[in-house]
């Protein structure tokens, strides 16, 4: 049977023009529980009828992954406990874990998340694990999938990966600190990797998105966590990203694109999210996830506060504007999400 879904036309959203829902946030820490200490890094699949998040929370400092689901984005329902778990004292990933990113394969859930282990992997390496419903997952055995080298030995983390329609292949960008950078060094960079399993990958040695160049800039310190949106109609790359300035520990949330997910250019309205004074997130906005949506884009990301852990809130994409950088057609959008959810809904209504 052909599954048809009506969704309104699509627009984007120019810079700035991102409006913060009232409520946030809409994810936030449970007091006594695995995540009582935050809840940071949200990562949210939408396949028609669901909403699925993973993020990363953290008690006394143990940090783990856990899942919640919404029918409508705005109201989440927490599965109790963690879905993954760093392993033993001794695994590569047994100091820490964080995401990450999740795609759905046509038959399973695939989790590209970062581990970091006491002896060994110390300042991160990428791991795979896959799961049939997004809660059971099993790890990789031959974890982890993407380690240190000159490029990124001194810090690897915030992986993010995307696999378009039609493509054969694996897309991850990911926040990195090169070993040439002095070991006192901040700074963070994007890096380009491509894979044809999702397992094997081949790193490109330029940054795909660098700190900018002026020293005033808003993003002029590090740029990080990346999340990647590739539109067909366009053929273009669009990218979100998190900025820190020299000066500020406030990070704010940019754009930018790419014809061939090498090297990024930014968007001439950035930042396109920053923090609300007096409000929870106050200190800051980072770590988004942006996800297309029946009535256009919504963005999920980490709030931060001064003396409070991080909190998860969204916004959505006002409608009636246009990111000159990123044309598309809603047609074409509407199509990409058809084909891109149908046989995941399919495979839910069998189940």
């Given at each position: 049977?052909?599954?048809?879904?009506?969704?309104?036309?699509?627009?984007?959203?120019?810079?700035?023009?991102w409006?913060?829902?009232s409520?946030?946030?809409?994810?936030?820490p449970?007091?006594?529980?695995?995540d009582?200490d935050?809840?940071?890094?949200?990562?949210?699949?939408?396949?028609?009828?669901?909403?699925?998040m993973?993020?990363v929370g953290?008690?006394?400092?143990?940090?783990a992954?856990?899942f919640?689901?919404?029918?409508?984005?705005?109201?989440?329902?927490?599965?109790?406990?963690p879905?993954?778990?760093p392993g033993?004292?001794?695994?590569?990933?047994?100091?820490?874990?964080?995401?990450?990113?999740?795609?759905w394969?046509?038959?399973?859930?695939l989790?590209w998340?970062?581990?970091?282990?006491?002896?060994?992997?110390?300042?991160?390496a990428?791991g795979l694990?896959?799961?049939?419903?997004?809660?059971?997952?099993?790890?990789?055995a031959?974890?982890?999938?993407?380690?240190p080298?000159?490029?990124?030995?001194?810090?690897?983390?915030?992986p993010?990966?995307?696999?378009?329609?039609g493509s054969?292949?694996?897309?991850?960008?990911?926040?990195?600190?090169?070993?040439a950078?002095p070991?006192s060094?901040?700074?963070?960079?994007?890096?380009?990797?491509t894979?044809?399993?999702?397992?094997?990958?081949?790193k490109?040695?330029?940054?795909?998105?660098?700190?900018?160049?002026?020293?005033?800039?808003?993003?002029?310190?590090?740029?990080?966590?990346?999340?990647?949106?590739?539109?067909?109609?366009?053929?273009?790359?669009?990218?979100?990203?998190?900025?820190?300035?020299?000066?500020?520990?406030?990070?704010s949330?940019?754009?930018a694109?790419?014809?061939?997910?090498?090297?990024?250019t930014?968007?001439?309205n950035?930042?396109f999210?920053?923090?609300?004074?007096?409000?929870?997130?106050?200190?800051g906005?980072?770590?988004?996830?942006?996800?297309?949506?029946?009535?256009g884009?919504?963005i999920?990301?980490?709030g931060?506060?001064?003396?409070?852990?991080n909190?998860?809130?969204?916004a959505?994409?006002?409608?009636g504007?246009?990111?000159?950088?990123?044309?598309?057609?809603s047609?074409?959008l509407?199509?990409?999400?058809?084909v891109t959810?149908?046989?995941?809904?399919?495979k839910?209504?069998?189940?």
């Amino acid at each position: 049977m052909f599954l048809l879904i009506n969704l309104p036309v699509v627009t984007w959203a120019d810079g700035n023009q991102w409006a913060k829902y009232s409520g946030n946030p809409v994810i936030a820490p449970t007091p006594g529980a695995w995540d009582a200490d935050y809840v940071a890094q949200p990562r949210v699949l939408f396949d028609g009828m669901q909403y699925r998040m993973w993020y990363v929370g953290s008690s006394q400092k143990a940090t783990a992954i856990g899942f919640a689901n919404s029918t409508d984005g705005v109201a989440w329902t927490k599965t109790p406990g963690p879905v993954l778990t760093p392993g033993s004292h001794d695994a590569w990933d047994g100091a820490f874990i964080g995401l990450g990113s999740v795609v759905w394969d046509g038959s399973q859930f695939l989790m590209w998340y970062v581990g970091a282990g006491y002896t060994s992997f110390q300042t991160g390496a990428v791991g795979l694990a896959t799961s049939p419903d997004g809660i059971n997952w099993g790890k990789y055995a031959g974890n982890p999938v993407l380690r240190p080298s000159s490029i990124d030995q001194r810090l690897i983390t915030t992986p993010y990966v995307i696999k378009p329609a039609g493509s054969p292949l694996y897309n991850m960008w990911y926040a990195a600190r090169r070993l040439a950078d002095p070991p006192s060094s901040s700074v963070l960079r994007i890096i380009y990797a491509t894979s044809l399993d999702g397992i094997t990958w081949d790193k490109f040695a330029t940054p795909a998105l660098s700190p900018s160049n002026e020293p005033s800039a808003w993003d002029s310190g590090s740029v990080y966590a990346p999340s990647v949106f590739y539109d067909n109609y366009s053929r273009t790359f669009g990218m979100w990203y998190t900025g820190l300035s020299q000066a500020s520990i406030v990070p704010s949330i940019g754009f930018a694109t790419s014809k061939d997910g090498i090297t990024f250019t930014n968007s001439t309205n950035n930042p396109f999210l920053t923090q609300t004074p007096g409000a929870w997130d106050s200190g800051g906005v980072e770590n988004q996830d942006v996800v297309l949506t029946p009535t256009g884009f919504s963005i999920y990301y980490d709030g931060i506060s001064v003396n409070a852990g991080n909190k998860i809130g969204f916004a959505r994409a006002t409608q009636g504007f246009a990111i000159p950088e990123f044309p598309a057609s809603s047609t074409v959008l509407i199509l990409t999400v058809l084909v891109t959810l149908i046989p995941l809904i399919r495979k839910r209504k069998k189940s």
